[in-house]
């Protein structure tokens, strides 16, 4: 499965994640800044919203999404860090809805703690009181989220309160090599699905398969002519401070991550305000992706210290960790 990540707004402006599944149509954000660069075309794809923290430039889009999804019959599923359920309730709280008959959108609303989630159902035809409120355990080993396409996994990490790091794997993809299969004298037909999907399971070591008369070992066939591509993987660093937990945690958690989304607030030369303020340097997110081997990094939330001094950060990144590159930015596009 491909994932196509974008961030919604520039490096110096608030962080907003885009993942689209154009496979499926589908849209996951990570955190929700200020997003009225999001196209109404694709606010009505978002599925899932995961917030790392509700700080106002992280979270303050959320108004936004509602507004244009009222009549959109769908439930948005979010997930946040403690006390996020409270967060959305004074959100929906703070508008009147005595229309309630008519609105479509429902919310189902995850607050993960590192032993447990609580959850919560906000239903807009029910004026978005909360309901059906459940707590579970929570295994940090285990995904967050899993479906059939991708799952996401968090831990947690520290901006002078607990906040949520992300990463989202997607599901390898299995196609057929079509040139391999007209050398075998096969035309394209229903048992192409069948043959991927066998592949999944257990085959044992007899099994044939009938394709147009003509009978083949499902294990040789298999072999020959399904292809595995391992699914996108992307890592979604915010807001934290750099310390050996940082590194402890991020380098087993982040590794081998195709694309890595990671804030780089201060230079260096700063350092000292950036573990005041709970912030990594460009130096020290450059230092964790070479030390979780991420294919490429993608820096971003700069402070705005730096307007003007643009090249400056993203040099201090390559000093330590070459495969850097300005984040791809969403257009609104067809292509996003």
Not at 66 to 90: C, M
Not at 119 to 135: C, H, I
């Amino acid at each position: 499965m491909i994932l196509k990540p974008k961030l919604v707004n520039a490096e110096f402006q608030d962080p907003i994640l885009y993942v689209s599944i154009p496979q499926k149509s589908q849209v996951v954000l990570f955190d929700l800044g200020y997003c009225f660069r999001l196209k109404v075309k694709d606010i009505r794809k978002i599925s899932h919203i995961f917030i790392s923290h509700t700080h106002i430039d992280h979270f303050a889009g959320f108004d936004h999404i509602l507004r244009l999804s009222l009549d959109r019959e769908k439930v948005l599923h979010l997930y946040g860090p403690p006390g996020f359920i409270n967060n959305i309730r004074g959100k929906l709280s703070s508008y009147t809805w005595n229309l309630k008959e008519s609105i479509l959108l429902d919310f189902r609303v995850f607050e993960v703690h590192p032993d447990r989630i609580l959850s919560a159902d906000f239903k807009g035809f029910q004026g978005y009181v909360p309901e059906n409120g459940e707590e579970n355990p929570f295994d940090p080993e285990q995904p967050l989220l899993k479906t059939e396409d991708f799952q996401v996994r968090t831990v947690f990490l520290e901006h002078k309160m607990p906040i949520l790091c992300f990463r989202v794997d997607a599901a390898d993809s299995y196609n057929v090599d079509t040139a391999k299969m007209k050398e075998l004298g096969l035309s394209p037909g229903k048992w192409v699905k069948e043959l991927k999907e066998r592949t999944l399971g257990e085959i044992l070591p007899q099994e044939e398969m009938d394709i147009d008369g003509k009978v083949f070992n499902l294990s040789q066939l298999s072999r020959q002519l399904v292809v595995k591509t391992p699914g996108t993987s992307i890592g979604y660093v915010v807001d934290t401070i750099c310390n050996k937990n940082t590194h402890r945690v991020l380098k087993v958690f982040l590794q081998d991550v195709d694309h890595l989304f990671s804030e780089c607030a201060y230079l260096n030369i700063e350092r000292e305000l950036a573990e005041k303020n709970y912030h990594l340097t460009a130096r020290q997110a450059g230092t964790l992706a070479r030390n979780a081997g991420a294919k490429v990094l993608y820096p971003f939330h700069f402070s705005r210290r730096y307007e003007g001094q643009y090249d400056k950060l993203y040099e201090e990144v390559r000093d330590v960790f070459p495969y850097v590159k300005k984040p791809p930015l969403y257009s609104g596009d067809n292509s996003d």
